[in-house]
């Protein structure tokens, strides 16, 4: 283990660092979107758009993101469809999340109680006023726990963007180790690299996760 | 005779299979109290869900102050609004504040001037001694307080019919009187026309007109109050009263 | 256009050879499932005893193995391995060594969570009759956790399987490689293979995955239905 190549690394290390964070953010975000339109559709029931947002879900749930990016990285160019790798990462991440999100969003909406709709229902809320005052506020509170889940496994994904060589953390690592036969040194890298994104961040999504379910629940 | 506000004909309800009420035929009049009794599995909660639409029935009318309930879910949402219904479980919005959850049906529902909806609530809330408590949260509340305000919360829409639906069964023992009281003295004093079910006998006793007794999802009798309990009509009645204790 | 890409999955013995990949990637998943499965049990309970330490090392466990993304954890073990304790494998033996570990770590949570999800009723009920803590988990407490774990179990299974994609990156002969080498060698006579091979390989995964993501959604929708009544 040498300290100076590991030094030596640090800089490129630090493009790819703050790649993954970016390519991750954008994902995350971009899913959280998708997802919620989806379990939107789905929640309402709205024709026709909510079947396609369940075939979307099972396709690309049950599907590796590796898979996904192949795709649009090397056969939609065959068709005339051509992306930058950077651009295919956050379309693939986007298509993978969303339906994670979707399932998030809808399990919240379905752990509300049917005690709580009926109550609604009883004092005459329509059902546009029963998501929005009911279901809406504590779906999403339930839904919580799933959307830590999802967040942390989408950053972890993006390590799988190496395999159409955009130069996030993993891809940086596998290249110097190409490069340098280095493999301990970088590897360490790469291991605190993640590190430092996940551990503060699953911490923060535990204590969010504790106070809303001591807050908004306890009927 | 008085008017009779709610009239049901040749309801008939089954869960795929399972027939679960059999030809339910009653009405209500004005200001009367009709209490259900029967053994548990006899249809009673599944009866009275029907008068508020939240069961789908196969057969049947409904009829409510002199229309012709169409079930459908549209129509259902207005009269839920002349129907006011409280849940074993009571059910308050756990998101909500207390006078929220009161304010939501008169605001939103009815579109009512926040400030007089407002000073209803508190007028409410101060009739079942709560009104300190219009800012806390449900889970603030023991469960008696909050059944107190799932009460109010149905009576803040003014209806003109009350379902009650074992609204004392999770409550511990001593927070049963309070809740009781409170329907009592809607029925003695408001003269609120309603349908109750409930496992408590002595209360059921004093408060109802009427009872309609129900077994396996049949109506077997329907029976001024004093003669039920003194001299029920049917053997199964008999028995049910036997097997209660009060 | 003078070929279909299509008709170069019918080309030779394409077909066949892609199913032999897909196989070498369902073989390295499934041992690497039931190996994986048995360790996160025994991790698992043993997180439910009252052993610090003991907590604390299989936390760790769990934790190095949930933070470090897969891709990485397969490299560390590549290139450790056979470096520093001069353990060489076989990649596919070393992709089914990483994902049993993998499985093990996130069984243990799984286990861990259902074990504790049993009323605590329950347990003073069976130490109250006089059972061994033996008798306590295997008459009381595992049979009841089971219907909390195996939809979990499904959705891991699913996920383990998903990730078996990435196997190529080490250079084990799975169904993604075999395509990739049919793709490069069909290139000039079909310029469009690249669509249909990749297409099959979706559908291979989705047709193991789908049913069974499937299965684990009925089996937690029923639970939770028995559970409200």
Redesign the interface.
């Known amino acids: 283990m040498s300290w100076a190549i590991i030094q030596q690394s640090l800089p490129m290390f630090g493009k790819g660092f703050v790649l993954t964070l970016w390519l991750s953010f954008v994902g995350i975000i971009g899913s959280i979107i998708v997802g919620l339109i989806c379990s939107l559709f789905q929640y309402f029931k709205v024709p026709i758009l909510h079947q396609i947002a369940s075939v979307y879900v099972e396709i690309s749930r049950n599907t590796p993101l590796l898979i996904q990016l192949f795709f649009l990285y090397y056969a939609f160019p065959v068709i005339g469809i051509k992306f930058g790798a950077e651009l295919c990462g956050i379309i693939g991440l986007i298509f993978l999340g969303g339906s994670y999100m979707a399932e998030g969003f809808t399990g919240g909406f379905n752990g509300v109680s049917k005690g709580q709709v009926e109550s609604g229902k009883a004092i005459g809320l329509s059902r546009w006023q029963l998501a929005k005052y009911v279901v809406f506020p504590q779906g999403f509170s339930l839904s919580v726990p799933a959307m830590a889940a999802n967040i942390i496994f989408l950053i972890k994904e993006t390590s799988i963007f190496t395999v159409i060589a955009i130069p996030e953390l993993t891809n940086t690592a596998l290249d110097l180790i190409g490069m340098y036969y280095r493999s301990n040194e970088y590897l360490l890298v790469l291991v605190i690299g993640y590190a430092i994104i996940l551990v503060p961040l699953s911490i923060v999504l535990t204590l969010l996760e504790r106070r809303v379910r001591y807050g908004a629940f306890g009927n | 005779m008085a008017e009779k506000v709610l009239q049901v004909e040749h309801l008939e309800k089954s869960y795929q299979k399972k027939h679960v009420l059999h030809d339910i035929n009653f009405s209500v009049a004005q200001g009367e109290v009709v209490t259900l009794l029967g053994p548990s599995g006899s249809g009673k909660s599944t009866l009275i869900r029907c008068l ?3 069961e789908v029935y196969q057969k049947g009318t409904i009829t409510f102050e002199g229309q012709k309930i169409i079930p459908t ?1 549209k129509n ?3 009269i ?2 002349k129907i ?2 409280v ?1 074993q ?8 504040t207390v006078m929220d959850n009161i304010l ?2 008169p605001t ?3 579109k009512k001037d926040k400030a007089t909806a407002r000073s209803e609530a508190l007028a409410l809330l101060k009739s079942v001694e709560l009104d300190d408590y219009a800012n806390a949260y ?2 603030e509340l023991s469960g008696g307080q ?1 059944q107190r305000v ?1 009460i109010v ?2 009576l803040a ?1 003014h209806p003109d019919f009350m379902l009650f639906d074992e609204v004392t069964a999770s409550l511990d023992p001593e927070m049963v009187r309070g809740v009781l009281t409170i329907i009592e003295n809607l029925a003695n004093r408001d003269n609120m026309t309603m349908i109750v079910v409930t496992h408590e006998m002595n209360f059921a006793k004093q408060i109802a007109d009427r009872v309609l007794f129900l077994q396996d999802g049949r109506i077997l009798e329907q029976t001024p109050s004093e003669q039920f309990f003194t001299a029920p009509q049917t053997d199964r009645a008999k028995v049910f009263l036997d097997s209660m204790d009060f | 256009m003078a070929h279909s890409g299509i008709s170069v999955l019918l080309e030779g013995t394409n077909f066949m050879r892609l199913l032999g990949g897909l196989w070498v990637t369902v073989k390295i998943a499934a041992v690497a499932l039931i190996a994986g499965i048995i360790l996160g049990i025994a991790l698992g309970v043993l997180r439910t005893f009252k052993n610090r330490p003991l907590r604390i090392v299989l936390r760790l466990y769990l934790e190095f193995f949930r933070v470090v993304p897969t891709v990485v954890l397969l490299f560390l073990f590549y290139y450790i391995l056979p470096k520093q304790m001069n353990f060489n494998l076989p990649a596919d033996q070393l992709a089914t060594l990483v994902f049993a570990l993998w499985v093990g770590a996130e069984m243990s949570d799984i286990v861990r969570g259902a074990l504790i999800s049993v009323p605590k009723h329950q347990i003073e009920s069976g130490k109250a009759i006089g059972l061994s803590r033996f008798q306590l988990y295997w008459y009381v407490l595992i049979p009841q956790s089971i219907n909390l774990e195996i939809p979990a179990t499904i959705n891991l299974a699913t996920r383990v399987i998903k990730t078996t994609s990435i196997l190529l990156l080490i250079s084990v002969m799975d169904v993604i490689n075999i395509g990739q080498q049919i793709i490069e060698a069909n290139n000039h006579t079909y310029p469009t293979g690249v669509f249909w091979v990749y297409g099959l390989i979706f559908l291979f995964y989705f047709l193991i995955d789908y049913p069974l993501s499937w299965w684990a959604k009925r089996l937690e929708k029923k639970r939770l239905e028995r559970e409200n009544g």
Do not use: I, T
Request: hydrophobic fraction near 40%; glycine fraction near 10%.
């Open positions: 508020n639409g939240l879910e259902w949402q207005q839920r609004q006011g219904m849940f479980s009571y059910d308050l919005f756990p998101n909500l939501l049906g939103k529902v009815q449900p889970r909050k799932a919360r149905a829409l």
